[in-house]
């Protein structure tokens, strides 16, 4: 995929479409209320709409005004978001939709990467280099938006030694900044996550995961990537084995997300393009609200 600033209006038309159909409080400006209570300042009040929290209500107000108004905050400083990518041969796969995970997962982080930017956080990118972690500056911007999704589609489909347990953790333990962070990964990656990991990261930081979806390897014609054939018919379209790969999916799905309930994190799984910016703001929405898993 070459990437270039008409790339990047891909992703602006797709957050203004949004927008027009739907008005949600994260895209007006109260990203901010995802970090609850860390150095906020009172801003003004607003009157409630369903999902804002309603432990913000101002009832004297509201009960002088005769309607239910709710306090809005500023942060005395930019939040930090760390996305933290996956990578290997395994992205050369596509979704159960059919679309290419590479494509999809650039795609998402690009969006994902534009919304905070817009709301007045910086970012950076993290991912598994060959002895170490990946690890760009926090700022904002489409040119640094550019620069990493350049850096990263060059290197999302190799191999690395370095896992990606090893680069949260080093993300963790080198960053010193209070950081809300986007782990995007697939089914392989939900099946590594440890919940000792993921409890602390969650100790000192906000956490959403979001699962780019895989094909599955049973059911239909199959191509191995690593092995440069399709798969044998009688195993591919075995209705046995096809049974067993949903029942394990669904396994390692409901792990993850009871990892992630227990510990205030909240997870979310993308299938195509065109499901990226109504999942990833239920996302943040479900976060905020505080329904996680």
Not at 230 to 248: D, G, I, M, T, W
């Amino acid at each position: 995929m070459k990437i270039d600033y008409e790339y990047l209006s891909r992703i602006r038309r797709a957050v203004a479409l949004y927008t027009k159909r739907k008005t949600s409080n994260i895209l007006d400006g109260d990203f901010h209320s995802v970090h609850r209570g860390r150095s906020m300042e009172f801003d003004d009040l607003k009157e409630y709409v369903y999902g804002d929290d309603v432990s913000d209500i101002d009832w004297k107000s509201s009960s002088r005004m005769n309607t239910i108004l709710v306090r809005r905050y500023m942060t005395d400083r930019r939040h930090n978001v760390m996305f933290i990518c996956d990578r290997g041969r395994k992205m050369l796969g596509d979704t159960s939709k059919g679309e290419a995970k590479k494509e999809l997962l650039l795609m998402t982080f690009g969006t994902l990467a534009y919304i905070v930017g817009r709301n007045g956080a910086d970012f950076a990118l993290s991912y598994s280099g060959e002895h170490s972690a990946v690890k760009s500056y926090f700022k904002s911007g489409t040119d640094h938006l550019e620069k990493l999704l350049y850096d990263y589609e060059a290197r999302c489909t190799t191999d690395s030694a370095y896992s990606l347990t090893q680069t949260m953790e080093e993300v963790l333990n080198t960053v010193r900044k209070k950081m809300i962070i986007f782990l995007l990964t697939d089914m392989e990656g939900l099946s590594r996550i440890s919940e000792g990991l993921i409890k602390s990261i969650t100790t000192g930081h906000d956490l959403l995961v979001i699962n780019i979806d895989d094909a599955f390897l049973t059911g239909d014609v199959v191509f191995d990537n690593e092995q440069g054939l399709y798969e044998r018919f009688f195993l591919s379209h075995s209705k046995a084995l096809h049974q067993e790969e949903v029942r394990q999916r669904e396994e390692i799905l409901d792990r993850a997300s009871q990892i992630c309930k227990r510990n205030k994190a909240c997870l979310t799984t993308i299938r195509r393009e065109e499901e990226i910016i109504e999942s990833t703001i239920s996302l943040l929405e479900r976060y905020r609200n505080g329904y996680y898993g």
